[in-house]
């Protein structure tokens, strides 16, 4: 009877113990593409003063419209970092609890690139409402040549759960340069949702336009193709950037990168300077083509 008691007192306090876990450590679920999609906002800052990378990378692309727009892979050579970008909250639009696990962990070290105008025409609405409300739902735009390439860090080796980094080191976006028409104008409020971050203060930015400066859209790197559960989600993971004048942040960070086709190059961990803010990418949908409510199945990545 006593080794019942204590058997039965064993699984009660590792019952205990696993109901305690974060959700993430336990396996959380992935959001459906357009709840991830529409809380997948941006600050970036400057960091200046770095080599050029020098590795040759093949893209595809992955989001439905720019596959049946025909738009071609592309060869790129990284050039210097010049940007990370980090997860916020904009004014009181609070990323719910089955986004924010995910959601504060995309940073993004964006390389220079660059390559040939594609001159693509697309009609962007924008995800999120706060961008909507200040700017109206929507902005049509000529796309032109490719400027950068963000991929997946962590921050000072603040690793995120296994769950959420299944999903975050897959998330690679090309930008492009656009020409816009929508006007920007105007403050907002800002927060931080990265871990490493969270003791910092809400702050007020500017946007100083005049209006959209980059369109950012998923790619593959050397034909590595996201895993199909999260694939879903990054196809529609597109964001549009506007010029911002805010705080700098001037911390030294180390970065590390998260991506399977960068880690088996090797590249080591970088020491940056991440100085002063330089725009805010908000999320959009391309020409109609809106992220769905459930994971489904893929769009086909097959070659256009």
């Not at 205990?16 to 991830?36: I, K």
């Not at 400057?46 to 738009?71: E, M």
């Not at 959420?164 to 976006?173: F, G, I, K, T």
Request: hydrophobic share 40%; aromatic share 6%; glycine share 6%.
């Amino acid at each position: 009877m006593v080794k019942r008691v204590r058997k039965a007192s064993l699984w009660s306090l590792l019952f205990g113990v696993l109901l305690s876990l974060p959700a993430a450590v336990m396996g959380q679920a992935l959001p459906a593409p357009n709840r991830f999609v529409s809380f997948l906002d941006v600050r970036c800052y400057q960091i200046p003063n770095q080599p050029p990378l020098g590795v040759p990378l093949h893209l595809d692309h992955l989001n439905p419209v720019f596959r049946q727009q025909g738009v071609p892979p592309e060869d790129v050579v990284l050039g210097p970092p010049q940007d990370l970008c980090v997860p916020v909250q904009k004014n009181a639009n609070v990323a719910p609890p089955d986004v924010l696990p995910f959601i504060q962990f995309v940073d993004w070290k964006c390389y220079g690139i660059s390559g040939p105008s594609i001159d693509l025409p697309l009609h962007l609405d924008h995800l999120n409402p706060v961008i909507s409300g200040m700017f109206g739902p929507y902005d049509d735009v000529i796309v032109r040549e490719p400027q950068q390439l963000c991929v997946p860090v962590v921050k000072n080796g603040n690793f995120p759960p296994d769950a959420v980094r299944h999903l975050v080191e897959s998330l690679d976006v090309k930008c492009y340069r656009v020409d816009a028409r929508q006007q920007v104008f105007g403050d907002i409020t800002l927060k931080h949702l990265n871990p490493l971050f969270a003791t910092l203060p809400s702050e007020t930015a500017t946007f100083i336009g005049p209006t959209a400066s980059q369109l950012c859209v998923p790619v593959a790197k050397n034909g590595r193709i996201p895993p199909p559960d999260v694939l879903p989600i990054i196809q529609y993971s597109d964001v549009l950037c506007y010029q911002m004048k805010g705080l700098p942040l001037n911390w030294q960070l180390r970065l590390t990168h998260l991506n399977p086709v960068l880690i088996a190059m090797g590249l080591p961990d970088e020491n940056v300077d991440v100085t002063e803010t330089d725009k805010l990418c908000v999320p959009v949908a391309k020409n109609g083509n809106f992220p769905p409510a459930t994971t489904g199945t893929p769009v086909s990545t097959a070659t256009p």
